[in-house]
């Protein structure tokens, strides 16, 4: 990776639908080099996929909390098997593995309470090996997820 690269995984952060003309004003040259230079970024990995950042509240999804999720010790393959199962629910945005106990942080998203509670008391209760659960309500997010800096080795 050169600075060009970094300056292109830079721009597509920001605007993931940034035009190949925009990529080489920026980088200062061409669409066939921006392009192929894209390209070789996305198929090595560097970029796992473009996406819409959408606004859960503006879709109903107006209840948001954290899950620490503590396993039944020792079992083996319980890993794989509570991240499997949790992840086919679409409540569940994101799946964090800690080092130690609690072992896992969820972050889910409900339209309402008592949509969570259904969540909680039957769904997130009832994935394979939970041991407990312990909930906190997420307030606000002053610092929301942002763009990787990108910068050359």
Request: net charge negative.
């Amino acid at each position: 990776m050169d600075e060009i690269d970094a300056k292109i995984l830079n721009a597509v952060q920001r605007d993931p639908r940034i035009t190949l003309a925009g990529l080489a004003a920026l980088t200062k040259s061409t669409l066939s080099t921006c392009h192929r230079r894209l390209r070789r970024l996305e198929g090595a990995g560097y970029i796992a996929g473009y996406r819409a950042i959408i606004d859960p509240e503006r879709v109903g999804l107006t209840f948001h909390a954290l899950v620490f999720v503590s396993l039944e010790p020792g079992t083996v393959g319980r890993f794989e098997e509570f991240e499997q199962a949790a992840s086919l629910l679409p409540e569940v945005i994101e799946v964090l593995r800690l080092s130690g106990r609690p072992e896992y942080v969820l972050r889910v998203m409900a339209s309402d309470s008592a949509g969570f509670n259904t969540l909680y008391d039957v769904q997130l209760s009832d994935l394979p090996r939970v041991a407990s659960l312990q909930l906190e309500l997420i307030l606000g997010v002053p610092v929301p997820a942002r763009a990787i800096a990108v910068s050359p080795p």
